[in-house]
């Protein structure tokens, strides 16, 4: 799952799976509810939230709910790592800033 930030809200999230019908939806869902959200928003998105949306689910099937949820989670943690390291850079840069050589090496 990917989450892309524009300022403080989600602007773009998609998904990649090879799983079953299931996942394929709930994995849509979860990326269509985190749409406009803050991360703290993000963390509400919940297994239960997903199959609530879906409406009608097989109860079987409810582990892919959950995964998917796991999976926004997981993308929402990622980015916060990133943006993290991205501030504690000089300048907020997203890498180091380069090393200029002093004199004659």
């Known amino acids: 799952m990917f989450l892309k930030f ?3 809200r989600v602007s773009n999230a998609s998904f ?3 799983g079953c019908g299931s ?3 709930c994995g849509s869902h ?3 509810m985190a749409l406009g959200k803050s991360p703290d928003e993000i963390l509400e998105i ?3 939230a997903i199959m609530k949306r879906l409406g009608e689910f ?3 099937e409810a582990h892919c709910a959950m995964l998917a949820a796991e999976t926004l989670q997981e993308a929402l943690h ?3 790592v990133k943006r993290e390291a991205k501030s504690n850079f ?3 840069g997203s890498s180091p800033p380069k090393c200029e050589p002093r004199g004659n090496l």
């Open 6 to 8: 524009q300022g403080e």
């Open 23 to 25: 996942i394929t939806a």
């Open 16 to 18: 990649l799976t090879d």
């Open 78 to 80: 990622s980015y916060m």
């Open 46 to 48: 919940t297994g239960d």
């Open 30 to 32: 979860a990326t269509e």
């Open 58 to 60: 097989p109860q079987e």
């Open 90 to 92: 000089p300048g907020g």
